[in-house]
């Protein structure tokens, strides 16, 4: 088939890539011409594990191509993907105008019939919108055509998306339409040879799925967070109570390890968005605002335990803090627990010495350079000079550290584990401060 893809982002990136590797020829199209230029000199503009292999060797073969041209983007595809970005807007809502931008220029330039695929995250309605929209510049230009509006949002866990496109659990389309259903039926069908993964449904019940779904996962998070907080005011071990109630088949393990909250580019703004639906419909939706709210406070818990490790005395103290990014495998630091702790700690008159395998450009873009921030080249560089350790996010190459190498380098043995990744004991026993989360006052060692 041939394949429209509107925006070069992440979404657009790795949809496009998979698409273009079994066989389809795809056609993205984005605004912004330096990314482009980037594009198609083979530079990828986010790091996704496998992404850029993957864009090489389609774009190498010719089924993967880039450009600002939307004229010939639209003239290109029987389906065009919307795949545009939908941030929170000040009242926390979706911001849907470029979604209906890109709907305009299907509509200013489209000359035969065309599937519009809404895979943005997107609020209930939306597609309904995206139709008015198209309809109202075909209109404006006299022309009759026919064209179909679908929504087919996207899974993709930020760190394995090649994998969740290529081997999800479902693919979900939301149409009425026959005739939708049979393009969308050929456009996914390499990766639906094994077992039918396809799920039509009403295209606001598409929509709903999508924020439902992040909203769902949010909520386990936020849920177990809640339980370490009682956890360590109780005196029970949130990793004991994990294991307890993730043996249940009926909850699981996963979405349920405790840390300092969720972040990254969707669940945050997907409940938010969410939450103001309801609002707009008068549905108060208290559990969901709840999850946001927990979240929230999570992310000040390290700061919070920091303060506790040196009553409340930061001004001068530097803190090493290992991970930038919101979770491994992404350089994304959008929401990060990383963000609240390193702007707490400077607003404390702190400095910060921070390593993360990927997100350091990512973390750059965002602060500047700045004298209370250093950013090293590799992870024990931190230690340097350091009053205590924070782990705030859980990459691979944390999990193992010689915890009396650790005690003799830190100016004060302090650590702050923040995705509990090590056992209390076996850090108290080198003489280190051991703070997680939820692991109970019983294991909580005291300041030698």
């Not at 330096?34 to 503009?45: H, M, Q, S, W």
């Not at 639209?74 to 709907?103: C, H, M, N, R």
């Not at 693919?171 to 040879?193: D, W």
């Not at 944390?398 to 090590?422: M, Q, S, Y």
Request: overall charge negative; proline content about 4%.
């Amino acid at each position: 088939m041939k394949i429209t893809i509107f925006g070069s982002g992440y979404v657009g990136l790795v949809t496009g890539a998979c698409l273009a590797d079994v066989g389809h020829q795809v056609m993205c199209v984005d605004v912004d011409h330096d990314k482009v230029e980037r594009l198609n000199a083979g530079e990828i503009p986010i790091y996704e594990p496998g992404l850029e292999d993957l864009i090489g060797k389609n774009k190498a073969a010719g089924r993967i191509e880039f450009t600002t041209d939307a004229a010939k983007a639209v003239e290109f595809g029987l389906l065009q993907f919307i795949a545009v970005g939908t941030p929170s807007d000040e009242d926390g809502s979706a911001d849907l105008k470029y979604v209906l931008k890109v709907a305009e220029t299907i509509g200013q330039h489209m000359n035969d019939y065309k599937v519009v695929v809404d895979k943005s995250t997107v609020p209930v309605g939306t597609a309904s919108k995206v139709e008015r929209t198209i309809a109202a510049e075909l209109e404006k230009r006299g022309a009759r055509l026919e064209f179909d509006v679908c929504s087919n949002p996207e899974f993709l866990k930020e760190g394995a998306a090649i994998e969740d496109f290529s081997r999800g659990s479902r693919i979900v389309v939301g149409t009425g339409s026959e005739r939708v259903k049979q393009a969308m039926l050929e456009c996914y069908g390499p990766y639906n040879r094994q077992r039918d993964k396809m799920m039509f449904m009403g295209v606001r019940s598409a929509e709903l799925t999508k924020y439902a779904a992040n909203a769902m996962l949010a909520t386990k998070i936020s849920f177990i967070n809640e339980v370490a907080n009682l956890a360590e005011r109780l005196g029970a071990d949130v990793e004991e109570v994990r294991h307890g109630i993730g043996s249940d088949p009926r909850i699981g393990y996963s979405f349920i390890y405790p840390g300092c909250g969720y972040g990254g580019s969707c669940f945050p703004k997907d409940v938010k968005a969410l939450a103001h639906t309801a609002e707009e419909i008068g549905h108060p939706a208290e559990m969901i605002k709840a999850v946001e709210r927990v979240n929230a406070r999570q992310k000040n818990k390290l700061f919070e335990k920091l303060c506790q490790a040196f009553d409340g005395q930061l001004a001068g103290k530097t803190i090493a803090i290992w991970g930038l990014a919101f979770k491994p495998n992404t350089d994304d630091m959008r929401e990060a627990p990383s963000r609240a702790l390193m702007e707490a700690l400077w607003d404390a008159g702190a400095r910060v010495q921070a390593y993360d395998p990927e997100a350091s450009d990512e973390c750059r873009r965002i602060y500047g350079e700045r004298d209370d921030l250093v950013l090293a080249e590799r992870r024990d560089d931190t230690l340097e000079g350091a009053h205590a350790l924070v782990i705030c996010t859980e990459w691979k190459a944390f999990r193992t550290i010689d915890f009396a190498e650790l005690h003799d380098k830190l100016e004060e043995p302090v650590l702050v584990d923040g995705r509990n990744l090590f056992q209390p004991d076996t850090v108290k026993r080198a003489g280190l401060a051991y703070y997680g989360i939820g692991r109970g006052d019983s294991v909580r060692p005291v300041l030698a």
